[in-house]
């Protein structure tokens, strides 16, 4: 993934789904698709390690992260989130402000 | 993980793991632990799955991720990571603007 120069924003959700995953993976999948989509998306990490996740999500401005919460299927999706797959989670908004890639030869 | 209001700051570390990962699972749980006694460190949530892992470690201030990315036995673990462990990483400074938590009653 190619991130640009900072400053950007990142999305930080760190979650812990409950014992009712049911239909989880294909909606995770799906948003990944449709946050793909959307207009100032950089790119995605996410990380999955039995009930916890972190899934960074990077973005050109926070008005860009702003759209991206209204939009109507991931509003549906927050919401099954909150009543059926997770038992906690937390969303941290963020400004990246420095960046250093290592990668061996 | 109980973290202050923001602001505070995040590195955001993402990584591959290479072939060769004799010795990582120690030195990674021995750096947490060691981050945990650092002047300004708030928190840490960490992932692995297979070969790529998400780890984000909360901090007062940029001075405190300074002083923890200069602590000498850190420093040793950095050099082995680019070394030995790591097929390629990043790591990303971000200062926390907004937070939301959720937790299932």
């Given at each position: 993934?190619?991130?640009?120069?900072?400053?950007?924003?990142?999305?930080?959700?760190?979650?812990?789904?409950?014992?009712?995953?049911?239909?989880?993976?294909?909606?995770?999948?799906?948003?990944?698709?449709?946050?793909?989509?959307?207009?100032?998306?950089?790119?995605?990490?996410?990380?999955?390690?039995?009930?916890?996740?972190?899934?960074?999500?990077?973005?050109?401005?926070?008005?860009a992260i702003q759209q991206w919460k209204q939009q109507s299927?991931?509003?549906?999706?927050?919401?099954?989130?909150?009543?059926?797959?997770?038992?906690?989670?937390?969303?941290?908004?963020?400004?990246?402000?420095?960046?250093?890639?290592?990668?061996?030869?």
């Amino acid at each position: 993934m190619n991130l640009p120069e900072p400053p950007y924003y990142a999305v930080i959700f760190t979650s812990s789904l409950s014992e009712d995953t049911q239909g989880y993976s294909a909606t995770a999948e799906r948003m990944l698709e449709l946050a793909a989509l959307q207009p100032g998306f950089l790119g995605v990490d996410s990380v999955r390690q039995g009930t916890e996740g972190i899934t960074v999500s990077y973005w050109e401005s926070e008005a860009a992260i702003q759209q991206w919460k209204q939009q109507s299927e991931h509003l549906l999706a927050q919401q099954q989130g909150r009543e059926q797959w997770y038992r906690q989670y937390r969303l941290q908004i963020s400004r990246v402000e420095r960046s250093y890639c290592f990668e061996k030869e």
